[in-house]
């Protein structure tokens, strides 16, 4: 017949084998003496690292908030003034046709440049510095030069000379095509 194992003895031998395991372990190890210091040389060059993963952080943050700018201002830019050139030459078509909806068209026009402006000026100050200042300067420039054409354009009835409104149109065309050769192609 087989004997039972003895809790009691079994219980005995485990503790005698975890103490005599603790003893062992504690006799194999050994304490160091001396200061702790800091390697100078591993320091510095973390600290460049972590300077430099930082920068690279800030730096790419910068960079994506730079091209949102971009599309934030030249994705639309191509819609809201388009509209804007579509309703001017129609209102040229009907001025140069001494068409009886002339001032309707021509006042539409003038609106519709003034929208534009707005709508542009409103979309660049929003972007602040995250938009470059050279692509920024253009969208002014197109701002003032639609602002100036809507005015001419308001002056203008069936007897009025063109010179000042062609010239008006001409750098509202110069400022488009600045704007639209500064912005990413879609």
Do not use: W
Not at 49 to 60: F, G, I, R, Y
Not at 138 to 163: C, H, I, Q, W
């Amino acid at each position: 017949m087989m004997g039972l194992l003895n809790p009691r003895g079994f219980g005995l031998a485990c503790a005698a084998a975890a103490i005599g395991s603790g003893l062992v372990i504690a006799g194999c190890s050994s304490s160091v003496h001396g200061t702790a210091t800091v390697n100078q040389a591993d320091a510095a060059a973390y600290r460049t690292e972590m300077a430099s993963s930082v920068a690279a952080a800030s730096s790419s943050r910068k960079a994506a908030a730079q091209a949102k700018a971009i599309g934030d201002n030249c994705n639309p830019f191509r819609d809201t003034t388009s509209v804007a050139v579509t309703k001017y030459n129609d209102f040229v078509d009907a001025h140069d046709g001494n068409a009886p909806d002339q001032d309707g068209k021509r006042d539409d026009a003038a609106q519709t440049l003034e929208d534009a402006a707005r709508t542009v000026e409103s979309r660049v100050n929003s972007a602040g510095d995250q938009l470059p200042p050279e692509l920024a300067q253009k969208f002014t420039d197109y701002v003032a030069a639609a602002r100036e054409l809507a005015a001419e354009s308001r002056k203008m009835n069936y007897t009025s000379p063109v010179g000042a409104l062609n010239d008006a149109s001409k750098r509202v065309n110069d400022a488009l095509n600045a704007v639209r050769g500064a912005c990413p192609a879609r």
